[in-house]
């Protein structure tokens, strides 16, 4: 999943590109941990790397999510959101997962947060807020996902009603859609970005003409 995230030094199509260097190390060495380790490369090394091993416990950004942050502006504004609207305690055992053990539950994440922000994170603030897993009564969404993102399979995939609207992006991984556009972009992004803009100035001017209307 990790290289999913459109952004970086991953290039614009980072699945893609991690798989292509699948395909490419298959055919020098028929070897599949090798070439897992390769696309692993894309993220730890870039495209251009010499590293040889990855230390993941040595690479990790202590953060409120378990899988990681990044780095920049963005990673800390995800930190912070952890911290304060949503609660991700989900530990890993390398039992019934394929990551390494970590103790990771809410008495971890609240000591993290308090010591980073002064803030601990809210546990029913989300669902309150965003209607849980029922949003018929809601309005003026777009629920974008990436087909080539691994968490697509927990999104909403259907329209819920005629103003909550799911936009599926064929090609695209970890909110491609919200990036700027790249001459590389796939056509399934660009159409969902015409779609999501074309939705947003009809419910703006919606809103518009209803508040002429009550003046």
């Excluded at 800390?76 to 390494?100: G, H, I, K, R």
């Excluded at 922000?117 to 029922?134: E, F, H, I, N």
Aim: net charge negative; hydrophobic share 40%.
């Amino acid at each position: 999943a990790v290289v999913s995230t459109q952004s970086g030094h991953y290039g614009r199509g980072p699945v893609t590109a991690a798989c292509n260097m699948m395909l490419d190390e298959m055919k020098k060495s028929g070897d599949e941990l090798k070439a897992v380790a390769v696309a692993a490369g894309l993220f730890y090394n870039g495209t251009a790397g010499t590293k040889q091993c990855f230390d993941i416990y040595d690479e990790f950004i202590e953060c409120a999510d378990i899988t990681g942050c990044g780095t920049g502006p963005e990673a800390v504004a995800w930190d912070w959101q952890c911290c304060t609207e949503f609660q991700l305690a989900t530990p890993s055992n390398n039992v019934t997962d394929m990551f390494p053990p970590l103790t990771w539950n809410t008495d971890v994440v609240d000591k993290y947060c308090k010591a980073k922000y002064g803030v601990t994170p809210d546990p029913v603030k989300a669902s309150l807020s965003y209607w849980s897993a029922d949003f018929t009564s809601a309005s003026n969404i777009i629920f974008s996902n990436g087909l080539l993102d691994p968490w697509h399979a927990g999104g909403v995939l259907e329209d819920v009603n005629p103003t909550v609207k799911a936009v599926i992006v064929k090609e695209g991984a970890h909110h491609l859609d919200m990036r700027g556009s790249d001459p590389a972009d796939p056509p399934s992004v660009i159409a969902a970005r015409k779609t999501e803009v074309a939705l947003i100035k009809k419910w703006l001017n919606s809103q518009k003409e209803k508040t002429s209307l009550d003046f």
